[in-house]
């Protein structure tokens, strides 16, 4: 299946709490959009790979990707090399998409700023012909290279590039990061067999509201999403930027 925007994330529930409003912005104008995640999270503190796998696919209703699957990179030891880079070129070259969006540059978890540098190399490679990759069938996949990555901006704050407006979506986003009820204060639960986490407080999804909020009020609107670029933006026409 060719998307036209994918993204990757560390851990499932990195694009939920960093990108989902952007990608449910341009499923609504007709794009094909999916998500690709790393690692199972087996690290976290609380639930297991199980539950987080069960809440990812919950997550995953609730948004309507048209993709999402797993690569199972070791939570918290994988690397960016040759192994790790030519399993992201894969899936790269499988959904072929036009667009990209990866983790921050640097965060507060070190999964992050290294899933960010892995896929980042790995775009570059995917576009190499002489990087040879097989798809589940064992035929040779051919090269595709994004038109353009961008940065989302996780726990550490970061100066974005641009800023989404994502205020007609942020209530599904809000749904589809409470999906992940064994990892954050969900209304409702209490998870009183669970260790308290700082992503686990209330304080957590007040943060990433007002996060939301600070990133839309930069651009007028209620509600953001902000990222990076790796290379200088371009426009024909200077209204497009109205």
């Known amino acids: 299946m060719k998307l036209d925007l994918l993204a990757f994330a560390s851990h499932p529930d990195d694009a939920e709490l960093g990108c989902v409003g952007t990608i449910l912005a341009h499923q609504a104008q ?4 999916g998500i690709v995640d790393l690692t199972r999270g087996e690290l976290g503190t609380r639930g297991t790979p199980e539950t987080r796998a069960q809440e990812s696919e919950e997550a995953t209703r609730i948004l309507g990707l048209d993709a999402r699957e797993n690569l199972g990179m070791a939570d918290g030891f994988f690397q960016n090399d040759r192994e790790h880079q030519l399993k992201v070129v894969a899936a790269i070259r499988k959904y072929r998409p036009e667009i990209i969006l990866m983790n921050a540059i640097h965060d507060r978890h070190p999964d992050h700023g290294r899933g960010s540098q892995l896929v980042s190399e790995s775009c570059f490679l995917s576009g190499l012909r002489m990087v040879k990759t097989q798809d589940e069938n064992g035929q040779e996949q051919e090269a595709w290279r994004p038109k353009a990555v961008y940065h989302y901006i996780q726990d550490r704050l970061i100066t974005p590039d641009l800023v989404v407006d994502i205020t007609p979506y942020w209530e599904k986003k809000k749904e589809a ?20 986490t700082y992503i686990s407080s209330p304080d957590f999804i007040r943060f ?9 009020h930069s651009i007028g609107v209620t509600y953001g999403e902000g990222f990076t670029k790796e290379r200088n933006l371009g426009v024909r026409n200077l209204f497009d930027l109205l």
């Open 30 to 33: 007709g794009k094909k959009v």
């Open 208 to 216: 990433i509201e007002a996060r939301a909020l600070e990133m839309g």
């Open 177 to 196: 990061i409470y999906a992940f009820s064994s990892q954050f204060h969900t209304p409702g639960t209490k998870n009183t067999n669970e260790p308290a």
